[in-house]
């Protein structure tokens, strides 16, 4: 009988994200290795470029991006959901999926590329998926080349030379931040993983647990964090439940308030680009993956990085939830993030030009 077929590679960010939730649910599913061969005669044909993960569901249908993906499977096989009912948690969770799809793709790209430990890893790990049949010379040099478009990614994300100790400073605070949460919850928001959770393990389980250096620089600073990661990755539990009283935990308040203030800047400007962008292009829908550069901060140091519109696809989730929400659900967010003014602001402001997905790539709306 057909099965639904997780079509990527051991160390993707993004498959594992997948991986991890389809894990978690108890949904069937076989993964299938993304060798050339699959990109050529399956992602390409299917998707129009190449990219992982990719889901071709028991029925056939194609998904591409993971947010996609669980949003079609949790319609399908909504128990346990990983997204809270209530107005902080889930709008919580909504920005930490966000904050680990689209930021700390930052560090976890710095980390791969620019340690060497880690980027001779990936060389390996690229070929082995990429030609299992091939000897380890020979995947290595293989892994070598395809690893030239992910490593060349690295400073248009942001990450240079430049910035490096401040994006470091950042991501060990970080870990600090979420160790400490973790000494008293075993994921964001009690005992059941939310979709924050799978947003976060994408970079925290790839690049910044599995590559060996970093796995080393996690257990060092953050030995909680390397459980979860387990937990997450490899889940025993198929249930829990989300805290009572739609209580966000305070230890989560020193991460909210570093995506706060590092990431939702660049998510504003984002948007104000995107806007531009559909002033200067009328009657163009189809949006190129990114559209120039803007600066960004991290720990006081300024760094340029590409604008792209899929950022916006992502805050669009959190913003709509909580533009959605009633009087009451409002007033409980802004009651939450008092101290964030800057949150409540893009939270209330409105979207002028939606990006949407149309056949696996971002668009202007109508
Ligand atoms: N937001 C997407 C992103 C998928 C993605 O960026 N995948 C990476 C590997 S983990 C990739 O294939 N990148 C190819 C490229 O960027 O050219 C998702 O959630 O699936």
Known sequence: MATHQLIGSPISYYTGKARAYLRFKKIPFEEVLSSREVYE????PRVGY???????????KTLQDTTDIIDYLEARYPEPSIYPATPRQKLVSLLMEIYGDEWLVIPAMHYRWNLPENREYAYRQFGATSAPEKSPEEQRQIGFDRAQHFAGMVPRLGATEH???????SYLQLLSDFDAHLAEY?????????????????PLYAHLWLDPASG??????APRVVQWVKRVHEPQEHGGEFLPND???KTLFPMLARMFNEHLPVLMSTMDHVEQWAEANPGER?????IGMHEFTVEGVRGERAIFPANQWMWQRAADFYQSLDDDGKAQVRDVFADFP???????????????????RFTLEG
């Open 186 to 202: 075993p994921f964001l928001l009690g005992t059941r993983p939310s979709i924050g959770d799978y947003g976060l393990i994408g």
């Open 286 to 290: 189809k949006l190129p993956r990114a």
């Open 216 to 221: 080393k620089i996690m257990e060092a600073h």
């Open 247 to 249: 209580e966000v935990p």
């Open 342 to 360: 800057n949150a409540i602001a893009a939270l209330e402001r409105p979207i002028r030009r939606r990006v949407v997905r149309e056949n696996f």
């Open 41 to 44: 005669q399956l992602i390409v």
């Open 50 to 60: 190449p990219i992982i993960p990719v889901m071709v569901t028991e029925d056939d």
């Open 163 to 169: 910035n490096r100790d401040a994006i470091e400073k």
